[in-house]
């Protein structure tokens, strides 16, 4: 299974965007799909992960605003971002957490101050 994250751009400090994770096969066999991110620099980290059933986690820094939801129908995953702020400022990634998949390019999100 392949995945390609779409739906990163550059926004103003304070607004929204939707990121979307489409797999080239299904993800209902991977229990648990997450985002992550690197910012530059940086080491990359966990942003948010759920399971099949639907519960969800959040880093300490995204919670009350990032949501990430996963249909698996559509096998998608998609992560809703709000009230971005310029430490938000990274390339995402999502990835099954178990097993671990390719890690594709990923989607820039830029927040301007």
């Known amino acids: 299974v392949q995945l390609q994250a779409s739906g990163g751009g550059l926004v103003q400090a304070g607004g929204s965007l939707r990121l979307s994770c489409a797999a080239s096969?299904?993800?209902?066999?991977?229990?648990?799909m997450a985002w992550y991110r690197q910012a530059s620099g940086n080491e990359r980290e966990l942003v948010a992960a759920?399971?099949?059933?639907?519960?969800?986690n959040y880093a300490d820094s995204v919670k009350g605003r990032f949501t990430i939801s996963r249909d698996n129908a559509k096998n998608t995953v998609y992560l809703q971002m709000n009230s971005l702020k310029p430490t938000d400022t990274a390339v995402y990634y999502c990835?099954?957490?178990?097993?671990?998949?390719?890690w594709g390019q990923g989607t820039l999100v830029t927040v301007s101050s």
């Open positions: 759920i399971a099949t059933g639907g519960s969800t």
């Open positions: 096969g299904s993800i209902f066999s991977f229990k648990v």
């Open positions: 990835n099954s957490m178990g097993p671990v998949l390719g």
